[in-house]
């Protein structure tokens, strides 16, 4: 009989530990199961930052097409430069011709006025 009630405390010990026991597996689940939901909602913000990248990356041009660009643009400039260095004398030796036009027709009235002016006087 003695050994009836260390029998029992016995059985309840493991009874307990056994509780214990499954009470540690079942967190253990529970926190896998998490860590996996966790995972996976940040694969998924990651999967979406990629895309977004991928989209954002699209506007961009490469560095050749860049240069290219840039390359094209100066020759443009180069080429409009010299255009409007020539037309600029075309310009100007229009303007002048007609400065010095106005000038004669300027003169040519004034000695008009002076001859008219002599024979008037006569």
Do not use: C
């Not at 509780?19 to 694969?43: H, P, T």
């Not at 954002?56 to 041009?61: D, E, G, R």
């Not at 409007?84 to 106005?102: N, Q």
């Amino acid at each position: 009989m003695a050994t009836e009630p260390t029998r029992r405390s016995d059985v309840h010990q493991l009874d307990v530990r056994i509780s214990v026991l499954d009470e540690r597996v079942d967190n253990v689940v529970k926190a896998i199961e998490l860590q996996a939901f966790e995972y996976g909602r940040r694969l998924d913000e990651l999967n979406h930052a990629h895309s977004q990248q991928q989209s954002n990356q699209a506007t961009y041009v490469s560095r050749e097409v860049f240069e290219n660009f840039v390359k094209d643009i100066s020759t443009w400039r180069e080429q409009t430069n010299v255009t409007l260095s020539s037309s600029d004398g075309r310009v100007a030796g229009t303007a002048a011709s007609r400065i010095m036009i106005f000038q004669l027709i300027t003169l040519v009235i004034g000695l008009a006025a002076l001859v008219v002016a002599v024979f008037k006087g006569v």
